[in-house]
């Protein structure tokens, strides 16, 4: 078979334009699935850290202090991303020996508030 000359290249925009649909929601995909993750990653680690300090504070009230400290600190190291904590305790006051805390945080957004980060802690039993 001969080749027509005006065909010549043909194969390669056949390829683009069959290619560049599939390959831009690829992209926006994976790129969605990175900030999701890393938000989740981010989250946990403020839970946790949050959830030491708590249970590290002489009281309830310096606890909650704490608590939101380190929220309003990451918040200034990330614009736009508005957070909010909720602290359960498993006895009242929070500062008790062998006290369970979980702290959660939530992003705020325009699908509402969603769960990115929860850890647990325990204060020590001579506190």
Known sequence: ???????????????????????????????????????????SEIARTSAQAFVRAENDFEGYARVASLVNRYQELKPGRQLSFVVQCSTRPCITPESVVVVTIF?????????????????????
């Open 107 to 127: 992003r705020e957004g325009e699908e509402g508030r969603i769960r990115i980060g929860s850890a647990r802690s325990s204060v020590g039993r001579w506190n």
């Open 1 to 43: 078979m001969k080749a027509v000359a005006g065909e010549r290249g043909s194969a390669s925009v056949e390829f683009v334009a069959l290619a560049l649909p599939l390959l831009i929601p690829t992209l926006i995909f994976f790129t969605a699935m990175n900030y999701m993750s890393t938000d989740k990653i981010n989250g």
